[in-house]
């Protein structure tokens, strides 16, 4: 997906993202699940560093993020600075840099090769994702039911804990394990 289709639009504002819904519906769950699977983490897909900034407040140690939007990189090193780099490093990133947890929220629906980029995760790693149920232009490929997502990624990640979400006829699976 190239990176402009994330420059454009709502997800780069500088809204009070902490009132928006978002943060009710996947940011707060899935950063009480890094917590509980404890830092430092390693963002990917950080997009402008919300979670960043949540784990800040919460005191869990954030590693790095990584996105494909260089808008979004630059606005993250304001929220969260000196721990952005580009989604380019990604796998190098996986396999060595220190991090305890690898957050993927609102990625693996975007990523072709999302089954490689959760086997480069070392095993033994707490991962911590959410997908939507969303079929939306830039997702190559959208999930109907929690079965299918269990179906999908339970041979690469043992999971442990699921939150469903929902607004309007829309859902988010939240979900911690940790990498077979």
């Known amino acids: 997906m190239p990176a402009s289709y994330y420059d454009r639009g709502w997800l780069l504002q500088p809204v009070a993202w902490r009132d928006a819904p978002g943060r009710q519906l996947v940011l707060e769950p899935a950063a009480i699940m890094c917590a ?3 830092g430092p983490v390693l963002d990917v897909g950080c997009g402008v560093g919300h979670l960043g900034e949540l784990l800040d407040e919460m005191r869990i140690p954030y590693r ?23 989604w380019a490093q990604t796998r190098r990133y996986l396999a060595h840099l220190h991090y305890r ?34 079929a939306s232009l830039g997702h190559v490929r959208w999930f109907g039911a929690w079965a ?6 339970g041979a690469l990640v043992r999971i ?12 988010w699976w939240i979900w911690r394990g940790v990498r077979a």
Do not use: C, F, M, N
């Not at 690898?102 to 911590?128: F, K, M, N, Q, Y």
């Not at 299918?148 to 990624?153: F, H, T």
């Not at 442990?160 to 006829?169: D, L």
């Open 36 to 38: 509980i699977a404890g």
């Open 64 to 86: 790095l993020g990584l996105d494909t939007s260089p808008v979004a990189v630059s606005l993250a090193q304001h929220s969260v600075p000196a721990v952005v780099s580009h």
């Open 148 to 153: 299918e997502v269990k179906a999908r990624y």
């Open 160 to 171: 442990v804990e699921v939150t469903e979400r929902k607004a309007g006829e829309s859902r």
């Open 101 to 134: 947890t690898v957050a993927l929220l609102e990625v693996l629906e975007h990523v072709v090769d999302d089954l490689g980029l959760l086997a480069a995760i070392p095993a033994g790693r707490s991962v911590v994702a959410s997908v939507p149920s969303i």
